[in-house]
């Protein structure tokens, strides 16, 4: 579950009413392509709702980004703390993606599990593309490819859950997917000041809610340590158990 939470990302109900904005859809689409950014770093709270077994979980930690010379775009979420009900516990989970990879790295018991997402044939993947996952954040994608997937109309601040808190000045955007899959909608929310990603609430076909809120979100502020939570590469065999799994279509 908690993969399946990572890859197919990793995110209250919404006001119906149009927000009053100035910018157009287009122009919101054309200000967030124009915010490309070299790294990022930002701290999330992630809620996961399942409507089957009526049962919630949140969870907290930070999400890394960059773009390496060879235009790769990497990412790592540290999950540190789980709650469910009134239990909460300190646990970590450290997810990396990188090109056509991901890792998830067990610190405590020093496993790392690599998994190759798509088939050697195919193009790397975005780990913040639209559909893709951790946290569909559409940082650098060009409006056009927005458009093409999706029906994109303007929406208000939600007046419940965590994305309530989010500042009255955010401007948000309903994300309905042009063809069946995973998602029902996507909803982001938007620091107009610098067009960057402060909030996203997803729902799938089956009624599963995923929410995530961003804060302390810093630009090209990746310190040596950081760094080091991207790094995708094997580490020492005769330190750690490691298991890499080659794509399977299976």
């Known amino acids: 579950m908690l993969i399946q939470l990572a890859i197919g990302f990793l995110l209250a109900l919404v006001s119906s009413c149009i927000p009053a904005q100035s910018n157009s859809v287009d122009e919101i689409l054309d200000n967030i392509e124009k915010a490309d950014v070299a790294s990022l770093t930002a701290t999330v709270s992630y809620t996961r709702t399942d409507p089957i077994l009526n049962r919630r979980e949140i969870r907290t930690g930070r999400v890394l980004f960059r773009k390496t010379d060879s235009k ?5 979420i540290l999950f540190d703390t789980l709650i469910i009900g009134q ?5 970590l989970k450290h997810y990396i993606f990188s090109g056509r990879w991901m890792a998830e790295v067990d610190h405590d018991n020093k496993q790392f599990i690599k998994r190759e ?8 993947i975005d780990p913040f593309e639209l559909g893709n996952g951790p946290i569909p954040l559409p940082i650098g994608q060009t409006k056009e490819s927005v458009l093409s997937k999706y029906t994109v109309t303007l929406i208000a601040k939600p007046n419940e859950g965590p994305l309530s808190k989010l500042d009255d000045a955010i401007v948000g955007l309903h994300l309905v997917p042009k063809t069946e899959g995973e998602w029902e909608y ?12 402060v909030g996203v609430c997803t729902v799938e076909d089956d ?5 995530s809120r961003l804060s302390n979100v810093h630009v090209d502020a990746l310190s040596d ?13 005769k ?12």
Do not use: H, M, Q
């Open 207 to 211: 009624g599963t809610k995923r929410v």
């Open 117 to 124: 997402l798509v088939a050697p044939e195919s193009e790397d």
């Open 225 to 237: 340590d950081d760094k080091k939570l991207l790094n995708i590469e094997t580490p020492n065999p």
């Open 72 to 76: 790769t775009r990497e990412a790592a």
């Open 239 to 250: 330190e750690w158990s490691i298991d890499i799994r080659p794509w399977s279509d299976d």
């Open 87 to 91: 239990r909460r516990e300190k646990k």
């Open 186 to 197: 996507i909803d982001l929310y938007y620091d107009p000041s610098n067009w960057l990603p």
